[in-house]
């Protein structure tokens, strides 16, 4: 696999993946961060289907939905899916963990399939709150074993395998069981070369401390990826500290716009396109640009376009457009989209 990335449908050259997306969901469960609201019209929408009627509601409340923190539906996710592949894409990297948030192998190859794309898959798990109950007695050795069949032989009975380790998720504090996990994916790339992508924790000195654990452990930091950058509102100082540290640094939910999704107590995020194009083109005048990775994180239904969201080919038909009117060169956004992706999701050469 050296040089290569692992798509559900089989290896492909790193060179063909095409535009990437980095960080995407076709398939998730998030019905966990459910919150139910107080009032008698909020509860009823709570749990009505995402519909016109309601969506300016559910904008506003996302995760007070519960259909809106579905996406399960095989047709819909390949619709929504075509329209980026329509617009020039190439690569979707989807990486919903493993256990309860709903990864779909069998029906991400069907999307493959179905609409020409790579779409390359995860392993591993997601925040401790997510764990299954027995991963608590099961062995380091045992778990990075589990992720190098997947990214190696294939997921349960399929041959259907991973191409990338993530994302991984790590809390507000980092707890024992994610410490844990941070071990085992070390463990697990020195055995294969795949790349890891964090769900990294909120606060500055957390994420420091996210990629020490994973150094500790053996892992290469040039070859993980921390997510989210751009909700977690970290200063400009740890995003460079993190890309010194060899780490990509991924902005990857443009589209997602206003306020924060996921409620983390004590932050306070505007959240906008403009912004993280700013963000980037001050990293790429400070020299950071091959450590920059783009996406969109969509994981609920108000953000397709079948509900009035921006969709898949957001990044490749309303940012890119941006990009070049505040100065991005071609060879800049094409080192954004296509050869950093490429770098991440080619498999590393590994000492036997």
Known sequence: MFGKARTVLGPVSADALGKTLIHEHLFIDLSQYFTEPS????????????????????????????????????????????????AGGGTITEVTPKG?????????????????????MGTGYYTGAFHPAELVSRTEQDIADEMVKELTVGIE????????????????????KERKILRCC????????AAIYLHPSPGDDLVLENIRVLQDAGADLGRVVIGHVD???Y???????????????GFDSFGNEGFIHIPHPGFDVELSDVKRINNI???????????????QDIGTRDRLTAYGGTGYAHILRDVVPIMRTKGLTEAQINTLLVENPGRVLSFALVSQ
């Open 157 to 176: 009975d399929t041959t259907i395998r991973a191409g990338i380790i993530g994302e991984i998720g790590c809390s507000m504090p980092l707890d024992e």
């Open 100 to 120: 309860a948030l709903g990864r779909n192998p069998s029906g991400l190859a069907c999307i493959a399939r179905e609409t020409g794309l790579n779409i390359i």
């Open 281 to 295: 083109i001050g990293l790429i005048k400070d020299g950071y640009l091959n450590h920059i990775l783009i996406s």
């Open 231 to 233: 909700i977690m509102d």
């Open 235 to 249: 200063s400009d100082t740890t995003c460079r500290k993190l890309a010194d540290a060899g780490c990509y640094i």
């Open 39 to 86: 009032g008698a019209a909020e509860k009823r929408m709570a749990h009505e289907p995402v519909r016109m009627e309601n969506l300016y509601w559910v904008r506003l409340h996302p995760f007070s939905n519960l259909d809106n923190l579905h996406l399960a539906d095989e047709n819909l996710s390949t619709r929504e899916a075509k329209l980026f592949k329509m």
């Open 186 to 193: 070390a463990a697990a790339q020195r055995r294969t070369g």
